[in-house]
């Protein structure tokens, strides 16, 4: 079982930037995929980015690409989205998630049906 935490949301203004962080319990965090999702109200959960094990993999979707980078700190157990030229539309509860490495690798990586634990998701708000 991976317990995972998010921490780093907050309101900010649009045009602004925050880091998100996920600090998982196991101690071999580096087999696991990890991603980013977000959820607005009345919406379903969206991927936003995820990265293989060893970090040498990423994507975004592509409502991100050139403002969101994950990155991660095995040593750490910790994985990062930092977010850049934030709009309203980014506003959500942010999640973090964990696949099982028995599972092998992700068909897309951002559906939400690969990973198997999730954190307590932290609030992003963007507006003026």
């Known amino acids: 079982q991976v317990q995972l935490v998010e921490s780093g949301g907050g309101l900010v203004q649009p045009g602004g930037s925050l880091r998100l962080s996920c600090v998982a319990s196991?101690?071999?965090?580096?087999?696991?995929?990890i991603a980013w999702f977000r959820q607005a109200p009345g919406k379903e959960r969206e991927g936003v980015a995820y990265?293989?094990?060893?970090?040498?993999?990423?994507d975004y979707a592509d409502y991100v690409k050139g403002r969101f980078t994950i990155s991660r700190d095995n040593a750490k157990r910790t994985v990062y989205l930092q977010m850049n030229s934030l709009k309203p539309e980014d506003t959500a509860v942010y999640y973090c998630?964990?696949?099982?490495?028995?599972?092998?690798?992700?068909?897309?990586?951002?559906?939400?049906?690969?990973?198997?634990?999730w954190g307590q998701g932290t609030q992003v708000t963007a507006s003026s």
């Open positions: 998630a964990a696949r099982e490495p028995y599972r092998g690798l992700p068909r897309t990586g951002l559906n939400k049906h690969e990973y198997d634990y």
């Open positions: 196991s101690v071999i965090m580096d087999t696991y995929y």
């Open positions: 990265i293989s094990s060893s970090g040498g993999s990423t």
